[in-house]
C-alpha cells in the first residue's frame, strides 16, 4: 500500500513542482528557498499521505503546504509587517483542505497566476549570467523535477557534479540579484533566445547523444518536449516559441524509427517512415502554422522568421514526405540558407551541404563540405567526416570515404554511433585500381 502511495506521490510532484517551486519564489524572491520549501512539502505529503490517504486535490494539497512553510519563513526572517499581513490574509482563506469549496477556489486562484509565475520561474533558471551547464541542469531540476541522480544520468555526468552545479546556479543568481520577473521590451528578445536554447540543448542531447552506450536518451527528449509545450502555452504570441515546438515535435515524430530492436541507429533515408508518429506530425506541423501566422506569413512567402520557425520549417520538409525520394531537397538547402543569413554557423552550413548534395548532387555538396574542413568549431566534430565520406562514397572515391570514416570513428564517443561507422565502412566497395 505504502509503495503505491510513494509511487503515486512521485507522479504528483513530477507533475506540479514546477508550479508548487514558482508560487513560493514569486514569495520568497530566492530559487533556493523555494526549491527548500517545495521540498518541505514533499516530506510532508510522504508522512501524512501513507496515513491518510491521497488528498482529492494533491497539487493544491503540495502548493498550500508550501506556501505555509514560506510564511513561516518570512515570519522567521523578520519581514516587514505589511508584507506579512498581505501573505497572511492571502492564506487565510485557504485553511480547511478538506473544504472542497475552498478546494476549487484555491484551483481558481492558482489557475489566474500560475502561468506567470512558471514564466518567472523560467526565464529565471534560463538566466544568461549563468552558463550553459549551468541552465540546462537548474531548469531540468525546478521545471522537470528531476532528481540530482536522473541529471547526472542523463548527461552521464557524476552526481557531486551536477549537485555542485546546481548549488552553485542557485548561488550566482542570488548574488547577482536577478530579479524573479519575467523581462519586458528590450529584454525579452534575448532572454526569450536563452530559454529555447536551453529547451533546445536538452533535446539535443535526448535525440543524439554525444556520449555513452545509447543512441539516444528518451527521457530527456520527452523533457524538452513537455517544457517546449508549457512555454508554447504559456507564450502564445511569441513565434520562436511556436517555432521550437513544432520543432521539437516533428522531431519527435521519428523517434520511434531511429532505432532497431537491438537499439543500433538507423538514418533518416533508411527509416520506416510507417513507425513515424503521425499525431506528432499533426500537431508539429499545426504549431508551425501559428508560428508562420504570428510571424506575419509562412516561410515561402518571402517574409525572414526566426531560428526555430525555419528549422520547424525544414523538419516540415521531411515530415511531408511519404517516401524518401518525394522530399523537397531544394526547400531543404533554401531554408538552410536562409538560416545560415540570420545565424550563421559552420553546423548550419554543414547540413545545407546535405541538403545541396541531395538536390543537385554530391559534387555541389563537397564542395560545400571541403570550404569548411579547417573550420576550428567542427575540428572536433564527427559529423565532418561522416558527411564527406557520405558524399565521396557517392563520387565512387571510396578509398578517401573509408579515410574520413575512420577519422569520424576516432571522434565519436557514442558507442552506437562508432558502430555504425564501421558498419558503413565495412559495406564500403573496393576501389578499382
Avoid at 110 to 129: E, N
Avoid at 301 to 309: D, L, T
Avoid at 319 to 343: H, N
Avoid at 386 to 405: F, P
Amino acid at each position: 500500500m505504502h509503495s503505491a502511495t510513494h509511487q503515486a506521490i512521485a507522479a504528483v510532484w513530477r507533475i506540479e513542482s514546477a508550479r508548487i517551486v514558482a508560487v513560493v519564489a514569486r514569495m520568497v524572491r530566492d530559487l533556493g528557498v523555494a526549491e527548500e520549501l517545495a521540498q518541505d512539502a514533499l516530506v510532508a505529503a510522504l508522512e501524512h499521505w501513507p496515513r491518510e490517504g491521497i488528498p482529492d486535490k494533491p497539487g493544491a494539497w503540495l502548493t498550500t503546504t508550501a506556501k505555509r512553510r514560506a510564511l513561516d519563513h518570512l515570519r522567521h526572517g523578520k519581514m516587514r509587517d505589511d508584507k506579512l499581513q498581505q501573505l497572511g490574509a492571502d492564506l487565510e482563506a485557504q485553511e480547511a483542505l478538506v473544504v472542497p469549496d475552498f478546494v476549487d477556489a484555491l484551483d481558481a486562484a492558482r489557475q489566474d497566476d500560475i502561468g506567470d509565475d512558471l514564466l518567472r520561474l523560467i526565464f529565471t533558471a534560463c538566466h544568461p549570467v549563468l552558463s550553459a551547464e549551468a541552465r540546462v541542469a537548474l531548469t531540468l531540476r525546478l521545471l522537470g523535477g528531476l532528481s540530482t541522480h536522473e541529471i547526472a544520468r542523463a548527461f552521464l555526468a557524476s552526481e557531486p557534479t551536477i549537485a555542485q552545479r546546481i548549488v552553485r546556479a542557485k548561488r550566482t543568481l542570488a548574488e547577482a540579484q536577478v530579479p524573479y520577473e519575467v523581462p519586458r521590451g528590450a529584454e525579452l528578445a534575448p532572454r526569450l533566445a536563452s530559454v529555447l536554447e536551453v529547451i533546445y540543448l536538452v533535446f539535443n542531447e535526448g535525440y543524439t547523444a554525444t556520449a555513452g552506450e545509447d543512441w539516444m536518451r528518451p527521457a530527456l527528449t520527452q523533457e524538452a518536449l513537455r517544457l517546449a509545450r508549457m512555454l508554447a502555452e504559456l507564450a502564445p504570441r511569441e513565434p520562436e516559441a511556436q517555432g521550437l515546438v513544432a520543432l521539437l515535435e516533428l522531431q519527435s515524430s521519428r523517434l520511434a524509427a531511429r532505432t532497431d530492436r537491438e537499439g543500433r541507429p538507423i538514418l533518416l533515408q533508411d527509416q520506416d517512415r510507417a513507425r513515424w508518429d503521425h499525431l506528432l506530425i499533426r500537431r508539429g506541423l499545426a504549431a508551425l502554422a501559428r508560428a508562420e501566422t504570428l510571424h506575419g506569413g509562412s516561410t515561402e512567402e518571402g517574409a525572414v522568421p526566426g531560428p526555430y520557425v525555419l528549422q520547424a520549417a525544414i523538419a516540415a520538409c521531411h515530415a511531408r514526405a511519404a517516401t524518401p525520394q518525394a522530399t523537397d531537397w531544394a526547400r531543404i538547402a533554401e531554408l538552410y540558407a536562409v538560416l545560415a543569413q540570420i545565424r550563421p554557423s559552420p553546423v548550419v552550413e554543414l547540413n545545407r551541404a546535405v541538403a545541396v548534395g541531395m538536390a543537385w548532387g554530391p559534387q555541389a555538396g563537397l564542395d560545400i563540405v571541403d570550404a569548411l574542413r579547417d573550420a576550428p568549431a567542427l575540428r572536433n566534430y564527427q559529423w565532418l567526416p561522416s558527411v564527406r565520406a557520405d558524399l565521396l562514397m557517392k563520387l565512387g572515391r571510396y578509398a578517401e570515404a573509408r579515410a574520413e570514416l575512420m577519422r569520424a570513428v576516432a571522434l565519436t564517443s557514442n558507442a552506437r554511433e562508432r558502430e555504425l561507422l564501421l558498419e558503413r565502412v565495412a559495406a564500403l566497395p573496393v576501389e578499382a585500381p
